[in-house]
C-alpha cells in the first residue's frame, strides 16, 4: 500500500511490562492511554481512552500530512466510524481491520474497507462466541432444569425467524424468565446445558450478511422427549 508515515499502537504499558521494547523493535509508535481496570472512577472516565486518542492522532495525521492518502484502523470499537467519515470527507481512503467474530454489526455493515484478522491469525483464548463447545465440557448429570420456558421461546422464533443464530439467541433474546442469569455468560451457559441434553441442535450456514463466513444455527430438537412433551402441551 506504499510507505509507511507513522504506526502507532495504544495501550497501558505499564501493564504489559516489557512489550513497549517489543513494540519499538517493530519500528512501532507505543501510545500510552489508561486501561479500563485503575478503578471504578477511572474507568468511568477513560473507558474509550484508546479510541479517543486513536482519533485525535489520525484528525492530527489528517490535517498536518497531506501526502498519506491511506489510514489503516485496527480496533472493534464502533465509534471509530465517526473517524472513518471524517477520513473519506478529506478525499482519503481507510481500511478497517479486526476479528471479524468480534466486530459490532454496525462496523460490518458499514460501506468500508473491512481486512479480517481472521486471514491471518486467529484469536487466543475460547472459542468464536458463536460456536458451541465440545459436550466433554458438560456436567451430564445436571438434568434438573426446567426448559419449558426455553423451549416454547425457541419454539416462537423458529416460526417467525429464517433461522435462529446462537449469537442472536445469546445476546438478544434471552432473559432470566428462560431459566439463565442476566449476564453473558449465564445464558452461554443455558446453551450450553440445552445442547448436552440434545434440547437443541446446532448447524454451520452461510452468513447472509458475508457469505465467506459461517453461522452457527440452533434448532428445537423434536425428537427430544422433553421437548415433545413441552410442545405437546402448549
Known amino acids: 500500500m506504499g510507505d509507511v508515515v507513522t504506526a502507532n499502537v495504544y495501550a497501558d504499558w505499564e501493564k504489559l511490562p516489557g512489550r513497549q521494547s517489543e513494540v519499538k523493535r517493530l519500528h512501532l509508535d507505543p501510545r500510552f492511554v489508561f486501561s479500563n481496570s485503575r478503578g471504578p472512577a477511572v474507568q468511568l472516565a477513560r473507558t474509550n481512552g484508546s479510541v479517543v486518542t486513536m482519533a485525535m492522532d489520525a484528525l492530527e495525521a489528517l490535517l498536518g500530512n497531506p501526502e498519506i492518502d491511506t489510514f489503516v484502523l485496527v480496533s472493534d470499537d464502533v465509534g471509530l466510524l465517526d473517524l472513518v467519515a471524517r477520513i473519506r470527507r478529506h478525499g482519503r481512503d481507510v481500511l478497517w481491520v479486526g476479528f471479524q467474530r468480534g466486530l459490532p454489526e454496525d462496523v460490518l455493515e458499514a460501506d468500508l474497507d473491512f481486512e479480517p484478522l481472521e486471514s491471518y491469525v ?23 432444569l426446567d426448559w419449558e420456558a426455553f423451549v416454547l421461546l425457541l419454539a416462537r422464533l423458529e416460526s417467525t425467524l ?15 424468565a428462560h431459566g439463565c442469569g442476566s449476564s453473558t455468560e449465564s445464558k452461554g451457559e443455558l446453551i450450553r446445558k440445552a445442547i448436552q441434553q440434545q434440547v437443541i441442535e446446532t448447524r454451520k450456514i452461510a452468513n447472509p450478511r458475508n457469505p465467506n463466513y459461517d453461522t452457527t444455527v440452533c ?4 425428537r427430544n422427549a422433553e421437548v415433545r412433551r413441552i410442545l405437546g402441551a402448549a
Open 122 to 144: 486467529q484469536p487466543s483464548g475460547a472459542q468464536p462466541e458463536d460456536t458451541p463447545p465440545s459436550p466433554d465440557e458438560y456436567d451430564e448429570t445436571d438434568t434438573a
Open 162 to 176: 429464517p433461522f435462529v443464530s446462537l449469537k442472536y439467541l445469546k445476546n438478544s433474546v434471552l432473559t432470566p
Open 219 to 222: 434448532v428445537l430438537n423434536r
